[in-house]
């Protein structure tokens, strides 16, 4: 019965399993399946269900290649999302992206044929998947995308609030990049190679999303403490490594949302990035190292309404030969963490990642007479 099912939905595949001499498809070629009809994949390995594994990330591999060619149109996008970040952790951004995407093309691939090796052991998998089925599901999902993109620009346009307006644009350019790794992908499966068109490019949304930040927005950076410039140029450098469109002229809070008379407010959202660091001696009772302290206490605030849309509190301490040494790294790990950390709870806010907080978290720095 197993064998007459499989025959009806594999066109003969049953047969194959146990035959010394392989089938076609093992060595290239399907009269089943044409080319020009079908995209195949073959998995070899020593048992049925690895080589069928196999054959699946055979066919992805295909879409993969291509996801990965046309990254050079989105680079702008990845770049503008990424930036401060390592090569690494792009990678890891086009890595997902290139997931979603395959596993969409996957749901329409199939097993269709089997064969095993009775000398050598082996099993073979061949991983079939319809052009045109594939294309008509893949055409569905770029069109969905493509009315997501639609609307968030037009949501976009209409928005009176500077951040739902910048939040709408970029919504609108994530979906325009998967709309692109779905229609690269539909470029493999077409044999013609031809994708389907889109109104938009990502490089010019991302241009335009870039100079609506530096037109609408403004962050100022207050620290007080230890170290406490440094500190800071460190933090604003690692904010406009990061994208965020940093001002060193300090921000003035001001009351009723910073507007005059009930008249649309034109400047831009400001955000003041205020806190303190601190730094002591920790001693430990080392005989060799001597260990500093470190601890920061930072709050985001919107200029005009005086509300807290971000917190972060940060704590450590770090060792070396000589004390001078140790304050040194303690200095230098602080920057970098608390520009990390800022950078993160900021672009959440502004993009509408996470909510502000509804209480302000402990402080890491300690009391004086605690310390």
Same mark, same amino acid.
């Given at each position: ?54 054959? /699946?990330?055979?066919?992805? @591999? ?47 691939? @199939? ?78 499966? @077409? ?99 001597? /260990? ?80």
């Amino acid at each position: 019965m197993a064998c007459l099912t499989l025959a009806l939905l594999a066109l003969g595949g049953c047969a194959w399993f146990g035959q010394s001499k392989p089938p076609s498809w093992i060595l290239g070629s399907s009269k089943e399946y044409p080319p020009d009809q079908y995209l195949t994949g073959v998995g070899q390995a020593d048992a049925q269900d690895a080589a069928n594994d196999r054959a /699946y990330g055979a066919v992805a @591999r295909i879409f993969k290649a291509e996801v990965n060619a046309q990254a050079r149109d989105w680079e702008s996008f990845l770049q503008f999302e990424n930036r401060g970040t390592t090569s690494v952790e792009r990678r890891l951004t086009l890595d997902h992206l290139t997931r979603v995407s395959t596993d969409k093309v996957l749901e329409n691939v @199939r097993i269709m044929a089997g064969w095993s090796d009775e000398k050598t052991g082996q099993h073979y998998a061949l991983a079939v998947m319809s052009r045109a089925q594939a294309g008509t599901a893949m055409l569905g999902r770029i069109g969905e995308l493509d009315d997501q993109v639609e609307t968030e620009l037009k949501e976009f346009r209409q928005a009176q609030d500077k951040l739902a307006k910048l939040r709408h644009l970029r919504r609108a350019i994530k979906s325009l990049v998967l709309r692109e790794a779905h229609n690269a992908d539909l470029r493999i499966i @077409r044999q013609s190679g031809q994708g389907a068109s889109s109104n938009y490019k990502v490089a010019a949304l991302t241009a335009e999303i870039e100079q609506f930040l530096s037109s609408n927005l403004a962050i100022s950076v207050e620290v007080t403490g230890a170290q406490a410039e440094p500190v800071r140029r460190a933090v604003m450098e690692g904010l406009i490594r990061e994208g965020l469109p940093v001002t060193a002229t300090p921000i003035v809070q001001t009351g009723a949302n910073g507007q005059l008379g009930g008249e649309p407010d034109s400047r831009p959202l400001e955000l003041l990035t205020k806190g303190t660091v601190r730094l002591w001696n920790a001693n430990v009772p080392d005989p060799r190292f001597r /260990y500093v302290r470190w601890c920061s206490d930072f709050v985001i605030v919107e200029a005009g309404s005086q509300r807290v849309v971000g917190a972060v509190s940060r704590s450590g301490k770090e060792g070396h030969l000589t004390e001078g040494e140790a304050n040194a790294k303690a200095v230098r790990v602080m920057q970098q963490e608390l520009t990390s950390e800022l950078a993160k709870t900021l672009a959440g806010y502004v993009y509408g990642e996470t909510d502000p907080p509804t209480a302000i978290p402990p402080a890491a720095c300690p009391r004086e007479e605690d310390r």
